[in-house]
């Protein structure tokens, strides 16, 4: 019985949810340090969603604008882009990750420093068109952690260039 006063206590608090909570698992964040001068950087998580939902956005104080970007050959250029919405497909993780999709905060306000937490904000629209957010502190870091590193999957022009930006100076 103790048992199920627990499970209905359970029950009780996923019911009780905020209802504009995003129903995604957010994993391993970081954005990449910037130094004075730089305009935008980028950022990464592995996002599981519950449901299937785009993600449609995303929001930082520390920034004037964020964008999420694909990584596309030009040629024999790798170069990013903006895009309007990132499918993220039920129980599947999506990386987002140097070389790969990422967030990126343009019109940066002030450089990001290594080892400081910056507020993430993101934005996701399920099936039915309704809106949800998920609120993140993003520690940044000079480089990818561990973690999130050397998975091969043969983007070998992917590789750390999350810097040279191809934003059209
Ligand atoms: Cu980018």
Redesign the pocket.
């Known amino acids: 019985m103790c048992a199920s006063l627990l499970l209905s206590a359970l029950l009780g608090g996923t019911a009780m949810a905020h209802p504009d909570a995003a129903h995604v698992k957010a994993e391993g964040a970081w954005a990449r340090a910037s130094v004075a001068g730089q305009q935008?950087t980028?950022a990464f998580v592995r996002l599981t969603a519950q449901e299937p939902l785009q993600l449609v956005g995303v929001e930082t104080p520390a920034a004037g604008a964020g964008?999420i970007?694909e990584?596309k050959m030009d040629g024999d250029v790798m170069r990013?882009r903006?895009i309007e919405s990132l499918a993220l497909p039920e129980g599947q993780t999506v990386e987002l990750k140097p070389g790969g999709y990422?967030?990126?905060f343009q019109q940066l306000k002030a450089p990001l420093n290594d080892g400081v937490d910056v507020p993430v904000t993101l934005v996701f629209k399920d099936g039915k068109g309704e809106m949800s957010r998920l609120h993140l502190q993003v520690p940044v870091q000079r480089r990818a952690p561990a973690a999130t590193h050397g998975h091969g999957h043969g983007h070998e022009h992917g590789e750390g260039h999350?810097m040279p930006?191809q934003?059209g100076h």
């Open positions: 935008a980028g964008e970007h990584m990013m903006a990422h967030l990126m999350a930006h934003h």
